[in-house]
């Protein structure tokens, strides 16, 4: 049985990691785009050689500071990405038995990715409850995505997550009634 594809998306620190949490506790198969990144970047043999060409360095860490500073090196970089990003969702969700899957995705909206999930959930919370919950060093990676209220507007569940994981919890439990009841 093909699962209801839910894709949860939010600024930088508003909790969508937190919220796929709380699906998953509920035995909900889930997946992170940024993991499948990650995972590109430290074993696709392409992606390896595709960075050291380009970069120099297979550093996640080295690779950002000058993508995320510069226009034309974060379009070539996302185009190596992306695509790979994408494939190896659909062959996560093509794997799976369960009524409901969900995939954390970033820049949903951004990518047009919204039209390969039946339902979105956004987790928006205040510019400075993110920045009190993100560690590292501002930079222009928030730039580029749409704002909050136009991701609400377009989500089909929506929550300001400034309060307790205990309502955070609460909202995703919710969804999951809804999505299943």
């Known amino acids: 049985m093909a699962p209801l594809t839910v894709a949860v998306t939010g600024g930088i620190g508003a909790g969508k990691s937190a919220a796929v949490a709380a699906f998953a506790r509920r035995g ?7 993991e ?3 995972r590109l970047i430290g074993e ?11 970069f ?8 950002a500071a000058v993508a995320f500073g510069d226009p034309e090196q974060l379009a070539w970089l996302e185009s190596l990405l992306h695509t790979r990003v994408r494939r190896a969702t659909e ?6 038995n369960a ?3 969900v995939v954390e995705i970033p820049l949903l909206y951004e990518t047009g990715g919204d039209a390969r999930f039946d339902r979105v959930v956004a987790i928006t919370a205040p510019t400075e409850v993110r920045e009190a919950r993100v ?19 377009r989500a089909d569940f929506a929550y300001v997550n400034d309060g307790t994981l205990d309502e955070l919890d609460t909202f995703v439990g919710q969804v999951l009634d809804r999505l299943t009841g």
């Open 28 to 34: 909900v198969p889930t997946l992170s785009s940024d």
């Open 36 to 38: 499948v990144v990650h």
């Open 44 to 54: 696709d043999p392409e992606v390896r050689a595709a960075l050291e060409e380009r």
């Open 56 to 63: 120099g360095t297979t550093d996640r860490a080295e690779i």
């Open 91 to 96: 062959e996560w969700l093509a794997g799976l």
């Open 99 to 101: 009524p409901v899957a």
């Open 135 to 153: 560690a590292r060093a501002k930079d222009r990676r928030s730039d580029r995505l749409i704002p909050d209220d136009e991701k609400v507007r």
